[in-house]
């Protein structure tokens, strides 16, 4: 991924303006809402009960009396965390396992990717309740379910980069010197697969957003007093008469990020993939 791609992925054009725009301002929210709201997330302004938004509660507030804005910044914090971290899990496991799959090949090969399978077959939902079953409801348990299946698609993709490349010149000539398997894979296919993989990992981010806030919302996820998008958007369902804006912001920034995410994910992988750049002209 060379530093023009990612440049002209960004700031190539209005779309790529937009989108590097909203997350810059969703990223904003999240570490600045804090320092710019007199209002703190759990804070009850018992005079402005589902009050719309306005000069004293710029999001409104919800039907307890709760600030939108300082909880809409406490959910960006939570929801982006969360996506952040789950992706890097995904990654330092779907990288490795791929490379490695990929480049030993045979039964090693076979029985990875049939472990991949298997794991496909397991509804995503039913894994969540098992980890909060057995370990309670933790939000830290969203970053290793999410992380834990996320990382399949991307095992595939990385094995399928590390079959084209692995007789590559520059590995038969590290063979040859007498590097090991694992050298190999982390020292010279890893580097040379991860154009591909970063692109995927760009379109893995709105995906766990949207899983996070998914389970959020069935109430498996983060729970009260903190909150996430997921948590939002519940409240706002159950006063979307009432008080529409309760639903409607958190949606919207949901909506935004995950359109803006996409998007970048799409213009880069267009960068990276001749084909798909000469098909698009």
Same mark, same amino acid.
């Given at each position: ?8 992925? &960004? ?17 904003? =929210? ?13 804070? @009850?302004?018992? /005079? ?10 710029? %999001? ?38 791929? #490379?490695?799959?990929? %480049? ?10 049939? @472990?991949?399978?298997? &794991?496909?077959? &397991?509804? %995503? ?28 698609? &991307? ?8 079959? *084209?490349? *692995?007789?590559? =010149?520059?590995?038969? #000539? #590290? ?10 894979? %982390? *020292?010279?296919?890893?580097? /040379? ?39 939002? @958007? ?11 804006? #309760? ?14 995410? /996409? ?8 960068? =990276? ?9």
């Amino acid at each position: 991924m060379t530093p023009f791609a990612v440049r002209h992925a &960004l700031f190539g054009d209005a779309a790529g303006w937009l989108s590097s725009g909203l997350l810059l301002m969703v990223t904003a =929210l999240a570490l600045l809402g804090p320092l710019v709201t007199p209002w703190a997330g759990d804070a @009850i302004d018992w /005079n402005a009960l589902e009050t719309p938004p306005g000069a004293a509660h710029w %999001f409104g507030t919800d039907m307890i009396g709760r600030d939108l804005f300082a909880r809409a910044a406490e959910g960006a914090r939570v929801s982006l965390a969360i996506a952040l971290i789950a992706t890097g899990v995904s990654m330092l496991i779907g990288i490795p396992w791929g #490379a490695l799959a990929g %480049f030993v090949g045979g039964r090693t090969d076979l029985v990875m990717m049939r @472990i991949v399978d298997v &794991l496909y077959g &397991l509804p %995503f939902v039913l894994v969540v309740i098992l980890l909060v079953v057995v370990f309670g409801r933790n939000p830290y348990l969203l970053f290793v379910g999410l992380g834990a299946v996320f990382w399949l698609d &991307l095992a595939r993709i990385v094995r399928g980069q590390t079959l *084209r490349v *692995r007789e590559a =010149l520059f590995v038969s #000539a #590290a063979r040859l010197l007498g590097a090991s398997t694992p050298r190999i894979v %982390f *020292r010279h296919l890893v580097p /040379n697969v991860a154009g591909p993989a970063i692109v995927h990992v760009t379109l893995t981010l709105p995906g766990v957003i949207l899983a996070e806030s998914f389970i959020s919302f069935l109430g498996l996820g983060v729970q009260e007093p903190a909150t996430s998008w997921g948590v939002l @958007i519940a409240d706002g369902v159950q006063s979307m008469e009432s008080a529409p804006w #309760a639903l409607v912001v958190p949606a919207l920034l949901l909506g935004a990020t995950v359109w803006a995410a /996409n998007m970048l994910g799409d213009r880069l992988r267009d960068q =990276l993939d001749p084909q798909t750049r000469a098909a698009g002209r």
